[in-house]
């Protein structure tokens, strides 16, 4: 599925160009973590994930943009097979050292992105978090696409991602107020890059991304918004009888 074959290398879009902040950068990898942990509670988006997944050892999982791998580490200890898939090398070694270091030989790994990695049929769970935005909203269908024909019918699809809930005759002050928020709460690095975010990477309107999960075939099972900002969406892939 994806690929770039003869046919479409003349419009094919190139994940691998690095748009807004440089995830192949070593110091950016290395400062990750504790940059998250300033405005994230990422072990409690750990637990909501796995309790909306409800895996077992018979199942596997997909994480697209996995970045450091701390999803893909937890829910390795759970599954069957857990792939990490990230188009930054560097943010794959990384997670690939983890791995090594925890003991854990069920994570296989792709150099890749929504678009040219090579999906597992019949998949049970795909999460992505903080990563689709990386594509403009052609590239996001059609990655939204890959991940539904690659589940199988009950599979689960959690999404998190900057998605703007904002009501548009606010917006310059709902922005300013947020990066103030941001520069205080979680400092002037962590406001600097959700400017360069807003600035130069793909992030989309909640009306948008919703409309996209139902026209790749998802049932939406919930929707959730904070700060006008971050979106969290569980979807299933229905059988048809339940549209
Ligand atoms: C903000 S980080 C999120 C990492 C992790 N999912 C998390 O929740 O902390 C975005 C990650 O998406 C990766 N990425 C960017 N474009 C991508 C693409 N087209 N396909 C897959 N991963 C991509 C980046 O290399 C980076 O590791």
Redesign the pocket.
Known sequence: MGGVTLENYKWQYD?NLQVG?D?NDLEEIAGYDER?SRFRDVEGEIEDILDFLNLDGSATLT??????GRLVLKAAEICREVSA????KS?LEYVENRSKKAGLININFSNA???NHSYREEECAVVS???LH??PDFWKMVALRNIFVSLKVGGKFYLRDVVFSIPMEKYKQKIDGFLKWTEESAGEENAANYARHIKQEYSTFDWIMEEMLYRAGFYIEEAQYSDSMIAVYKCVKPRSMDF
């Open positions: 994940e902040t995830y998250m994480d697209l943009g996995c970045g450091t898939v990230d188009v930054s943010m992105g929504f678009l978090q903080l990563a990386h594509l």
